[in-house]
């Protein structure tokens, strides 16, 4: 395979530990709310969920940003959130308020649902048509929630500020939740192996709320079912990269580094560059960690933010994103400016 050129995936060379320059870069989000080509096709299409399940519409979207921008690497259109939706709870996403999942499992029985794996298959198969429309040389990345941040979701039945009802669940009767997180893990071992079987190149686990967790709690439930899932799926795809992003881990990400198995860390925006670059394994590839509102504000704060991340992991493999996902009211043109001062050769 040649090192260079067009048709090479620059991002994922670097996922498997090779140092570019420039760095390859993609956004989290980056297919969504901010883009008016999405607004338009979201409005026409009605719900989110029906955007999600009409595979053709949920290609184009992934493919949106990849047109208008020419990231390095292409995320997936769905959602974390229709791993319970197979596992059988009911799936809404309400204008204006987010995400509802019913019947909540703080009242409910995991083993009254039931299971609807079939709810998964339009998601494998907008995989199959982006695969097979993608430029050669962008990354193709899948996706699912961690077990952790999914079943905050699952326990309270809607998005919640500090995961209260989870942390107290998970404390007050670990057996039942340990039966929802290995309920979860399981069913994402599967999912994403089908999207790999599909077509992705490399996949991501979103762990939004890890960082509402305690050190022996964020063991139990973060570390050991990334574990897990990373195991099962590098036992079955030894080539296809995992990216763990365990948001507002701080202090934890060298124990989640070490003790996972990921391949590459993605890292937030309250990350220190220079402190992770000094503190992580020298031949971790590391994904981030622009500030989403740096984007938003553009201008020399912009520049400054960039410059600093660049520099820190300037001797290491890097994939420059944000720290979270891109916010709705970021301007195109400074996602442009982005992408022009990586990019300046
Ligand atoms: O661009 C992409 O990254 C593509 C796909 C993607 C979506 N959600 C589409 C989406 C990805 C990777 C996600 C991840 C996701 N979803 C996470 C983890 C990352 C994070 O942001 O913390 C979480 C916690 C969810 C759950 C979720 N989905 C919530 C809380 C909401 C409502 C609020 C919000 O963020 O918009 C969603 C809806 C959702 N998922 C939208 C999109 C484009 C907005 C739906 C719309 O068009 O109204």
Do not use: C
């Amino acid at each position: 395979m040649s090192n260079s050129g067009q048709n090479e995936k620059k991002l994922l060379s670097v996922l498997r530990g090779e140092r570019r320059d420039p760095p390859p870069v993609w956004l989290m989000r980056q297919a969504g709310r901010y883009l008016p080509e999405y607004r338009e096709l979201r409005a026409e299409k009605g719900g989110f969920l029906d955007l999600v399940h009409d595979s053709e519409a949920a290609a184009d979207v992934t493919l949106q940003p990849i047109r208008r921008f020419g990231f390095d690497g292409a995320i997936l259109f769905s959602d974390i959130l229709v791993v319970p939706h197979a596992l059988g709870q009911d799936l809404r996403f309400v204008a204006g308020e987010g995400p509802r999942l019913s019947p909540p499992l703080v009242d409910s029985a995991l083993g009254a649902l039931e299971a609807a794996p079939e709810r998964l298959d339009p998601v494998y198969r907008t995989v199959e048509l982006v695969a097979a429309a993608l430029p050669p040389g962008t990354t193709f990345l899948g996706f699912a929630g961690s077990p952790w941040t999914v079943a905050t979701y699952m326990v309270a039945g809607q998005g919640s500020r500090d995961q209260s009802e989870t942390r107290r669940m998970a404390y007050g009767d670990p057996q039942a939740f340990g039966a929802i997180i290995d309920a979860i893990a399981g069913k994402t071992i599967e999912y994403l192996g089908k999207q790999i079987d599909a077509g992705v190149d490399a996949v991501q686990l979103f762990d939004s709320w890890s960082g509402s967790l305690s050190p022996a709690q964020f063991e139990q439930w973060v570390i050991a079912p990334t574990v897990k899932i990373v195991s099962a799926l590098k036992a079955r795809y030894p080539d296809t990269p995992v990216i763990g992003f365990p948001k507002g881990a701080g202090e934890k990400l060298p124990a989640y580094a070490r003790e996972t198995g990921v391949d590459a860390l993605g890292l937030d925006e309250t990350i220190d560059p220079e402190w992770a670059a000094e503190t992580l394994p020298v031949d971790l590839p590391v994904q981030g960690n622009l500030d989403p509102l740096a984007l938003i504000a553009g201008g020399d704060r912009l520049d400054s933010a960039i410059d600093r991340i660049e520099k820190a992991f300037a001797e290491r493999p890097h994939v420059f994103n944000l720290g979270h996902g891109i916010l709705p009211d970021t301007p195109i043109a400074h996602v442009e400016h982005l992408l022009a001062r990586l990019r300046k050769g």
